[in-house]
């Protein structure tokens, strides 16, 4: 049975490293990026079953948008997968989102997206080796009978 993932990528080699993985074993995979030129490949050969969100900012209304624009094309996410990428002075992180200078890195963004699908597994992934752990984990989880 194919899981929805959602990826909210800093880091777009990571990201499009697992996205591929998942793709390839007919997950539904979302990406919130700040480029989603990275992922055109992705969505040339895979089609419905990858959407991309471009994110410039990490206001409130276009995340909203975003995880709207989800929802209405795959439906309830089931794993949440938070991909840190390098620090970028003034710029904040999509992987932080909603973080406060004293919460860890990403504990922003899980607390918001894991409001937004309480039921979803949280991933975190800060560079492509880990994407890669990270799937790898998650399928020897799936039962036998979804493969």
Same mark, same amino acid.
Request: with cysteine.
């Given at each position: 049975?194919?899981?929805?993932?959602?990826?909210? @990528?800093?880091?777009?080699?990571?990201?499009? $490293?697992?996205? #591929?993985?998942?793709?390839?074993?007919? *997950?539904?995979?979302?990406?919130? $990026?700040? *480029?989603?030129?990275?992922?055109?490949?992705?969505?040339?050969? &895979?089609?419905?079953?990858?959407?991309?969100?471009?994110?410039?900012?990490?206001?409130?209304? @276009?995340? $909203? *948008?975003?995880?709207?624009?989800?929802?209405? @094309?795959? #439906?309830?996410?089931?794993?949440? /997968?938070?991909?840190?990428? !390098?620090?970028?002075? #003034?710029?904040? /992180?999509?992987?932080?989102?909603?973080?406060? !200078?004293?919460?860890?890195?990403? /504990?922003?963004?899980? +607390? &918001?997206?894991?409001?937004?699908?309480?039921?979803?597994?949280?991933?975190?992934? $800060?560079?492509?080796?880990? /994407?890669?752990? =990270?799937?790898?984990?998650? *399928? +020897?989880?799936? =039962? !036998?009978?979804?493969?």
């Amino acid at each position: 049975m194919s899981e929805v993932w959602c990826i909210v @990528s800093d880091d777009d080699v990571a990201a499009r $490293t697992l996205a #591929g993985a998942l793709l390839e074993q007919h *997950d539904q995979v979302a990406v919130i $990026t700040r *480029d989603a030129a990275p992922f055109a490949l992705l969505v040339n050969v &895979y089609g419905d079953g990858i959407l991309t969100a471009e994110m410039r900012d990490t206001e409130l209304l @276009s995340l $909203t *948008d975003a995880l709207w624009t989800i929802e209405e @094309s795959f #439906g309830p996410v089931d794993v949440i /997968a938070l991909v840190a990428g !390098p620090a970028v002075p #003034g710029r904040a /992180a999509l992987s932080g989102t909603g973080q406060t !200078p004293a919460e860890p890195p990403m /504990a922003g963004a899980e +607390a &918001y997206f894991g409001a937004r699908w309480p039921l979803a597994e949280v991933v975190r992934v $800060t560079h492509v080796d880990e /994407a890669r752990a =990270a799937h790898a984990a998650h *399928d +020897a989880r799936r =039962a !036998p009978l979804d493969r």
